[in-house]
């Protein structure tokens, strides 16, 4: 298992840009696919994306795509988000995760170590 810390959240406003950092303990971290989820109050965990452990393909939900970036680092041990011209619907507190080997699927069910959250609030 690896132990994850998310930071880089924070109050933009819509058409603006954050990026979020997973600093991830273990020194195994290449071996993981990571992933970003996000969760807004009373809804679910839904997928952001994910990136393979050796970053040479990448996963996105659709109401993210060509808005956000998924990218690694691992000599850093590190993943990150880039969320460009954000919407107030993507509020919501983000969690980083790792899923041991290959994207076997995208379900939170799928990863098996999480970071504790980051919030990210976009103001209209």
């Known amino acids: 298992q690896v132990q994850l810390v998310e930071s880089g959240g924070g109050l933009v406003q819509a058409g603006g840009s954050l990026r979020l950092s997973c600093a991830a303990s273990g020194r195994t971290f290449s071996s993981y696919t990571m992933g970003w989820f996000r969760q807004a109050p009373g809804k679910e965990r839904e997928f952001v994306a994910a990136?393979?452990?050796?970053?040479?393909?990448?996963s996105y939900a659709d109401s993210v795509k060509g808005r956000f970036t998924i990218s690694r680092d691992n000599v850093k041990n590190t993943v990150y988000l880039q969320m460009n011209s954000l919407k107030p619907e993507d509020t919501a507190v983000y969690y980083c995760a790792a899923q041991y080997g290959v994207l076997r699927g995208n379900r939170a069910a799928d990863f098996g170590s999480w970071g504790q959250g980051t919030q990210v609030t976009v103001s209209s």
């Open positions: 990136v393979t452990w050796y970053g040479g393909s990448t």
